[in-house]
């Protein structure tokens, strides 16, 4: 899958469920870290489910974010979330520090 093939968004998506304590951990990062982004409970909306499936070839393992840049991480760690976002608040200009 290349970044062509995904949806365009202006903000960082977080794809989920509400039962994940993966997902609840990366959201309470993003939180914390005032970064702001859209949640999709992968639960109610079947067409962000095969968005996953597509990125994961297959799998369907959350939480799977995606960027405006169409960059994508899957289950992160807290260490792998801060390190992706330090590179995209470089990048993109949202640097606020």
Avoid at 34 to 60: F, P
Wanted: hydrophobic share 35%; with cysteine; aromatic share 8%.
């Amino acid at each position: 899958m290349t970044i062509n093939d995904l949806p365009h968004h202006d903000e960082l998506v977080v794809y989920g469920t509400g039962w994940c304590p993966d997902v609840r951990r990366s959201r309470a990062l993003l939180d914390t870290a005032g970064i702001a982004y859209a949640y999709v409970d992968l639960d109610e909306d079947r067409a962000a489910v095969k968005l996953v499936r597509r990125l994961q070839r297959g799998n369907r393992r959350v939480p799977t974010l995606v960027w405006p840049d169409g960059s994508f991480l899957v289950e992160p760690s807290d260490d792998q979330l801060r390190a992706h976002l330090n590179t995209w608040r470089t990048t993109s200009g949202k640097d606020t520090d």
